[in-house]
């Protein structure tokens, strides 16, 4: 009986992890041009992560 109770107990407070789609796309600096393939969110247009030639930020999905 003390098993069944436990169980219920942690079915409760599990709960769902949640799940970001990224799209590996092209981005292009605006600065020099160069561009390189980013994992971002879908929803996002562009990327804080530093140009790898140049360090300029933010790059832009190609589109």
């Known amino acids: 009986m003390m098993k069944k109770a436990e169980k219920m107990i942690e ?3 599990m709960s769902e992890i949640p799940t970001i789609v990224l799209n590996s ?3 292009e600096c605006p600065n ?3 561009t390189e393939y980013r994992l971002v969110p879908s929803w996002q247009n562009k990327s804080d992560t530093p140009c790898s030639a140049c360090g300029y930020s ?3 999905r190609v589109q």
Request: proline fraction near 8%; include cysteine; aromatic fraction near 16%.
């Open 32 to 34: 020099c041009h160069n």
């Open 25 to 27: 796309d092209v981005f």
């Open 58 to 60: 933010p790059m832009y």
């Open 11 to 13: 079915n409760k407070t």
